[in-house]
């Protein structure tokens, strides 16, 4: 590394540790996109109006002990446009995305509650798709819808329904999946292909004018997750791959765990139609949204385990180890080009691909 990249990795360094202020006078697409501007509002505004310790790592979960036993507890909102795609709905979306943010915490999902805000005129026969949608999917997970709640806006008001579910979860296992396990000399796999759902829900949008025979992601990890941990007590850490995508959650374990990490762009499972609506919209599909993979840190002795067992899974046929966890250049995440040069892959900025979940 020069000199003079060694002085620009520190500036950005420093912009990063500065204290966030939240300057928008109004809020945008960009502060629901899982990125820098969500992180922002969250830290300068939410954080600092009822922030407490358990809220403060900002994980797919708060964990907690009640009687002897480890829980997992968490939330989530669906506003995803159109409704229905393909591979999937918002009401499987919203039992998959609350119950795959329990899998990655360690706990296995028991119960779910389900909020629905519809739209005065929004047919019932829909409502109704949806509904048995979100019982298949809750089926499926092994979870129980156990509480609900049902509010109607005015016409114009909402786009249709909108889904919130929480959910908890027991912890089975004793892995301390925080990023403060993660390590130099850790090794990073993702379980699948990226930029499924987000691609799917854009094409399916009619945004696009592509033929792209591409379905949404959306899945239950619980079986997965539940397999990895079994295999070996050497993973550090995993991430669902939603909003903002592997370079987002990337980032998130990097600057959590005072790390680098360095992905390998040749060794990254990418759907030839998810690049070329990529390159398309301008996008790199590193920020674009899965909603049935993750990403996982384990320890380097554990990497045959840990991708034996990932691989051994139908969600995780296509697992690939696609990095490698470093002491240098705190916070930063790196991508090595298929042409041998390197480049910073910073969070997200902005929100290309709006309501996609």
């Known amino acids: 590394m020069t000199g003079r990249e060694q002085e620009v990795l520190e500036a950005i360094e420093r912009r990063r540790r500065r204290r966030p202020r939240l300057k928008d006078e109004v809020v945008t697409l ?6 820098k501007a969500t992180r922002t509002l969250i830290e300068a505004l939410f954080l600092e109006e009822f922030g407490n310790p358990r809220l403060a790592p900002l994980a797919d979960a708060a964990l907690f002990d009640v009687a002897g036993a480890r829980f997992a507890f ?4 669906y506003v995803v446009k159109p409704l229905f795609f393909p591979g999937g709905d918002i009401g499987e979306l ?4 609350t119950v795959n943010d329990l899998a990655v915490a360690g706990a296995r999902p028991l119960f779910l509650t389900a909020g629905f805000i519809v739209e005065e005129g929004f047919p019932t026969a829909d409502l109704r798709r ?5 019982g298949r999917a809750a089926r499926a997970a092994g979870v129980e819808v156990v509480a ?15 889904i919130n579910t929480s959910g908890i979860g027991v912890l089975e296992h004793e892995h301390d999946l925080s990023p403060a396990s993660v390590r130099p000399g850790d090794k990073v796999l993702v379980s699948g292909t990226l930029g499924d759902h987000g691609i799917a829900v854009m094409v399916a949008r009619g945004s696009l004018e592509l033929e792209v025979d591409l379905d949404s992601d959306t899945a239950p990890l619980t079986e997965l997750v539940h397999g990895l941990l079994s295999a070996t007590p050497g993973v550090r850490c995993l991430r669902d791959l939603t909003r903002g995508g592997l370079a987002t959650a990337l980032n998130e374990i990097a600057d959590a765990a005072n790390v680098s990490i360095v992905i390998d762009e040749a060794a990254l499972p990418i759907r030839p139609e998810v690049n070329g609506a990529c390159e398309i919209l301008g996008i790199d599909p590193l920020y674009v949204a899965n909603e049935g993979k993750l990403v996982a840190i384990v320890a380097p002795e554990a990497l045959a385990a840990a991708y034996s067992a990932l691989g051994s899974s139908p969600l995780g046929i296509d697992t690939e180890i696609v990095g490698e966890v470093r002491a240098d250049a705190e916070g930063m995440v790196f991508l090595d080009t ?3 040069g390197r480049r910073v892959v910073d969070v997200l900025v902005g929100d290309p691909l709006p309501r996609i979940c």
């Open 30 to 35: 960009a502060h629901g996109a899982g990125g």
């Open 74 to 77: 968490t939330t989530d909102s």
């Open 94 to 97: 919203a039992v998959n995305g």
């Open 130 to 134: 949806v509904a048995a949608s979100v």
């Open 148 to 162: 609900g709640d049902t509010k109607v806006v005015e016409r114009g008001k909402g786009d249709g329904v909108y």
């Open 338 to 340: 298929a042409f041998g």
